[in-house]
């Protein structure tokens, strides 16, 4: 289904959770804030070792230079992060209620085998250097999230969207829900990631189960990375899949790892020297230069997808990438460190 205008659709849409997702776990609270808001899974205080264990370092060809010192981190408060990645039809219905122009120039990850290889909607941006207008990429002068590069469907994540247009869909959350809604740190969207587990996959150790869990370059991909998949995937799809397709982790949230990158609270850092450790984002000295993100997406690799692999960094907050999309969160006590 592709995007309609109507509001009553819309609520339609935003009231139904897909119909592949796997229930939340009985002893953890779902809640949504509002009919527009994202349906949202309250996380338990804790602590957990954040960054590259021994297990880390002995799956093939992980890199973990960047995950490391490993590090304790103690949540002394709770909060909630949204059981799937902001979509087509959930960002929709904030612009057509705030008017926001959105869009610009955004990178496209392009087919590089099958029937669609080179193939994409868009002009090239007069902006684009030798390797944004190569094979396997493209910059592209107006895409958005309703037109990523290719035609979408309402459930799939919403791509094609800036940290600054993030800023702006989580103050309008914010506004409509009367809780202070955020980016999740770094820290909180690994810890989430993990839902408790501690070995280099939620689900343990084993790659060649990720096509039950994670859209990535499996074996039937279009993308060169499938060269190395460990497995394929059923139905596997040249770019992402609707949110909720895969199975969860142990806490209900789907899509933690592949599918697209997520924004998050931090600046970007070249390893954890210095990260705190009370579940606070990173803020580099007072100055943001880059932005972390995590999750990897539909072209990364299975080493990739492990829950302490990072993601490189974001130059700017209007940086617009058809691999990167939005998971939200809030605090739901006043020690969390955005409310103190």
């Not at 009231?15 to 009919?35: T, Y």
């Not at 370059?217 to 499938?226: E, F, L, P, Q, T």
Request: glycine share 8%.
């Amino acid at each position: 289904m592709k995007i309609l205008a109507t509001t009553t659709y819309l609520a339609a849409m935003l009231a139904a959770a897909p119909a592949s997702a796997q229930s939340v776990p009985a002893d953890l609270e779902a809640f949504r804030d509002c009919e527009a808001c994202p349906e949202m899974v309250a996380l338990p205080a804790g602590s957990f070792m954040m960054g590259a264990s021994e297990a880390d370092r002995r799956v093939p060809f992980a890199v973990t230079d960047n995950e490391e010192p490993r590090h304790q981190v103690t949540f002394d408060y709770r909060f909630a992060i949204s059981r799937f990645t902001v979509t087509v039809a959930q960002f929709a219905a904030f612009v057509e209620e705030t008017g926001l122009r959105t869009g610009g120039e955004c990178l496209l990850r392009i087919p590089d085998t099958g029937r669609n290889a080179g193939k994409f909607i868009g002009t090239i941006s007069a902006n684009a250097n030798e390797y944004e207008s190569g094979a396997g990429v493209a910059l592209v002068e107006q895409a958005d999230f309703r037109r990523p590069g290719t035609e979408v469907d309402d459930d799939q994540p919403a791509t094609c969207i800036s940290r600054r247009e993030a800023k702006a869909y989580l103050a309008w959350l914010s506004q409509k829900s009367g809780r202070k809604y955020r980016l999740p740190t770094e820290a909180e969207f690994e810890y989430a990631t993990r839902a408790g587990e501690e070995g280099p996959y939620f689900f343990g150790a084993d790659q060649a189960r990720l096509c039950e869990y994670a859209n990535f370059a499996d074996r039937k991909s279009v993308y060169g990375a499938a060269m190395v998949a460990p497995c394929a995937e059923r139905n596997s799809r040249e770019y992402t899949y609707p949110v909720g397709s895969f199975r969860p982790n142990n806490w209900g949230l789907h899509d933690m790892v592949g599918n697209v990158f997520q924004f998050v609270e931090d600046c970007a850092s070249v390893d954890y020297r210095g990260a705190p450790t009370d579940g606070s984002p990173y803020r580099g000295g007072g100055r943001c230069d880059a932005f972390a993100t995590r999750g990897f997406f539909f072209d990364s690799v299975a080493v990739n997808l492990r829950s302490a692999a990072r993601c490189e960094a974001l130059s700017s907050e209007d940086q617009r990438s058809n691999g990167l999309g939005l998971r939200v969160a809030v605090s739901l006590d006043g020690n969390a460190w955005d409310l103190r």
